[in-house]
């Protein structure tokens, strides 16, 4: 008996040693991070250069260059990446790519991820499987946090993200020196609630760009000077972050910068489904006609364009060339 309680002591002191809950510091926490497209590069870069360890991984090793040169090390898998890491952050596309990049038995986070370690998943994604990967975490002795972020590439780059987290509340607060570089975070509540708020999220800021995209082609058939009129406008009850981020875009005609229309398709079509859970808000008519509207986007062959390229529909719907 006494040699199981001197086991277990040791045990205990050597995941303090490694993960949660020894502190937090950069040049001492060593960081995963996986899936480096345009928002999770630039989050992974702003923890580089904070001070922290970084190891990358992307399944085309070239779209890692400059965060190599930067400092970062590269992985050849995401559960290698686990295996040098206190924390491992995830930022893919979709829940398919969330299970295959944290669950699969040989290559995934959870099979690289000593226990003690931090899985903390920024992809936007199910609520249900949020749920699930938090439970395979613990089985494993580590910790998962689904924490999906808003604020776009803007955000990103600057800091200013709004963080989602859902999860155990410790282990977020836990989190609170890496979240810093990155921008605000809110605990939510228990796993899949980051998910949950996230989709919510995802509804509001369909509705404003739909609303902007809508408001702004208006003036420009009736003849305003659009930048002037959403300078005004802006001021007022129509004013957003959404319509500062947004709608300055859509008056320079610059639909590639963003994150793509594919992936709000994604979330709204979440927002749809019906699924196993406590999610119970299915009759969206709001959010069924957003997602019309970003689908016809995609099927005029502009998926990989951005929100505010969602002006081009409602010009397309009144025959408006630009």
């Not at 969330?98 to 290559?107: E, F, I, K, P, Q």
């Not at 963003?258 to 709204?268: E, R």
Request: aromatic share 6%; hydrophobic share 50%; charged share 15%.
């Amino acid at each position: 008996m006494e040699g199981s309680k001197v086991d277990a002591a040791a045990a205990a002191a050597a995941v303090a040693a490694f993960g949660f809950p020894a502190p937090v510091r950069p040049g001492a926490t060593r960081v995963g991070w996986v899936g480096i497209g345009v928002m999770g590069g630039a989050m992974a870069a702003r923890l580089l250069a904070a001070g922290f360890a970084v190891t990358v991984y992307a399944r085309t090793p070239a779209k890692a260059e400059a965060l190599v040169a930067a400092g970062a090390s590269l992985g050849d898998s995401p559960a290698a990446v686990a295996a040098a890491s206190d924390v491992v952050f995830t930022m893919v596309g979709n829940p398919s790519d969330v299970r295959a990049v944290v669950l699969d038995a040989a290559s995934g986070v959870l099979a690289g991820l000593r226990p003690g370690g931090v899985l903390v998943d920024c992809t936007s994604s199910s609520p249900s499987l949020a749920r699930e990967v938090a439970a395979a975490a613990r089985a494993a002795g580590c910790y998962a946090v689904d924490s999906p972020v808003s604020g776009g590439d803007v955000g990103a780059r600057d800091g200013t993200l709004a963080l989602l987290a859902g999860g155990d509340e410790a282990v977020v607060s836990w989190l609170a020196p890496l979240f810093a570089h990155l921008g605000r975070p809110t605990y939510v509540g228990p796993p899949g609630s980051g998910q949950s708020s996230k989709i919510a999220n995802q509804i509001a800021v369909a509705g404003a760009v739909v609303g902007a995209s809508e408001a702004l082609a208006f003036a420009n058939a009736a003849g305003l000077n659009a930048p002037l009129f959403l300078d005004a406008v802006s001021k007022g009850a129509a004013g957003s972050r959404v319509m500062d981020i947004f709608g300055e875009r859509m008056l320079r005609r610059e639909f590639a910068s963003g994150g793509a229309v594919k992936y709000i398709i994604k979330d709204l079509g979440m927002a749809l489904e019906t699924e196993d859970g406590p999610e119970g808000a299915k009759v969206l008519p709001g959010a069924a006609m957003f997602r019309q509207m970003f689908s016809a986007m995609a099927a005029n062959g502009d998926g990989d364009l951005c929100l505010q390229g969602l002006i081009t529909v409602v010009e397309r719907l009144n025959g408006i060339r630009k």
